[in-house]
């Protein structure tokens, strides 16, 4: 069994195999000079977490407040060089993923993977650390990208992905360098290959009265993704999911293939 439920923003729960994992987390109706769109997510997406995959440290993917909802006790999962800084804010739990290194979750075996993104903390005199993108393997194949741009390794990241959860905008009214757009991220389908992709990191944060003039950018990027690769990767099916919204992933069959669709 695989059930995906997109939270919002870049926060899903992967449910495989009995094993659950929750990434990163943000739950909150504010952060910072953003709102929050489309309704508080269900409380039940916070509990029994078996581990939180942290994919950097920006406010926005490792929200402490957050964090501590799933439990200061849960094994978190994060980049080199994160386990100081989240010891030092009362989390017992953390094992560092260098690219490449794994570890076994329940009957899941989760390795990180590369990710083109900067993952300083703000302010800039804060942590500094790289960001990581997670593929988890268990019946069921999925490759979580956190934030990251297009980088060549993506297509050797896994030859049996059943899913991608890739991001194609932000929180803002553009998005630069660093992180994938609609058309990057159906460029990043094309080389990873999913039977299925998820958009996400969309439709979930916004700035504060903006929304009335850009509120097109909390509805269209994923569709966008999903026209975009109907040309650039045409054998992988789209599933666009509104934030709360679950998907149950099927077994593969045999020579199926899935036109994008939206």
Same mark, same amino acid.
């Not at 407040?65 to 017992?92: H, N, Q, V, Y």
């Not at 993977?113 to 393997?137: M, N, Q, S």
């Not at 049996?160 to 389908?189: I, K, M």
């Given at each position: 069994?695989?059930?995906?439920?997109?939270?919002?923003?870049?926060?899903?729960?992967?449910?495989?195999?009995?094993?659950?994992?929750?990434?990163?987390?943000?739950?909150?109706?504010? *952060?910072?000079?953003? &709102?929050?769109?489309?309704?508080?997510?269900?409380?039940?997406?916070?509990?029994?977490?078996?581990?939180?995959?942290?994919?950097?440290?920006?406010?926005?993917? !490792?929200?402490? &407040?957050?964090?501590?909802?799933?439990?200061?006790?849960?094994?978190?999962?994060?980049?080199?060089?994160? =386990?100081? +800084?989240? !010891?030092?804010?009362?989390?017992?739990?953390?094992?560092?993923?260098?690219?490449?290194?794994?570890? &076994?979750?329940?009957?899941?075996?989760?390795?990180?993977?590369?990710?083109?993104?900067?993952?300083?903390?703000?302010?800039? +005199?804060?942590?500094?650390?790289?960001?990581?993108?997670? *593929?988890?393997?268990? /019946?069921?194949?999925?490759? +979580?990208?956190?934030?990251?741009?297009?980088?060549?390794?993506?297509?050797?990241?896994?030859?049996?992905?059943?899913? =991608?959860?890739?991001?194609?905008?932000?929180?803002?009214?553009?998005?630069?360098?660093?992180?994938?757009?609609?058309?990057?991220?159906?460029?990043?389908?094309?080389?990873?290959?999913?039977?299925?992709?998820?958009?996400?990191?969309?439709?979930? +944060?916004?700035?504060?009265?903006?929304?009335?003039?850009?509120?097109?950018?909390?509805?269209?990027?994923?569709?966008?993704?999903?026209?975009? /690769? =109907?040309?650039? !990767?045409?054998?992988?099916?789209?599933?666009?999911?509104?934030?709360?919204?679950?998907?149950?992933?099927?077994?593969?069959?045999?020579?199926?293939?899935?036109?994008?669709?939206?």
């Amino acid at each position: 069994m695989c059930r995906v439920t997109y939270v919002g923003h870049a926060t899903v729960r992967v449910d495989i195999d009995g094993t659950s994992l929750v990434t990163d987390p943000l739950f909150r109706r504010r *952060l910072l000079h953003l &709102r929050r769109h489309g309704g508080s997510p269900d409380p039940a997406h916070r509990r029994g977490a078996d581990a939180i995959l942290v994919s950097h440290l920006h406010l926005d993917h !490792a929200d402490l &407040r957050s964090l501590r909802e799933l439990g200061e006790t849960t094994p978190i999962l994060a980049p080199p060089g994160a =386990a100081k +800084f989240l !010891a030092g804010k009362g989390f017992r739990d953390v094992t560092e993923l260098a690219p490449g290194e794994s570890t &076994r979750v329940g009957s899941l075996d989760v390795t990180a993977t590369d990710a083109v993104h900067c993952g300083t903390r703000w302010p800039k +005199f804060g942590h500094e650390g790289p960001a990581v993108g997670y *593929l988890i393997d268990g /019946t069921r194949h999925v490759y +979580f990208a956190g934030d990251t741009d297009l980088f060549d390794g993506m297509g050797e990241i896994s030859d049996r992905l059943d899913l =991608a959860l890739l991001p194609v905008w932000g929180w803002g009214t553009s998005v630069g360098e660093g992180h994938l757009d609609p058309e990057r991220a159906a460029r990043a389908a094309a080389l990873l290959r999913p039977r299925v992709a998820v958009p996400i990191h969309w439709g979930t +944060f916004f700035p504060y009265g903006m929304a009335r003039r850009h509120g097109h950018l909390l509805r269209d990027p994923p569709h966008e993704f999903a026209r975009e /690769t =109907a040309t650039a !990767a045409p054998g992988v099916e789209v599933r666009v999911l509104a934030p709360g919204d679950e998907l149950d992933l099927a077994a593969p069959e045999a020579g199926s293939a899935h036109p994008a669709s939206a």
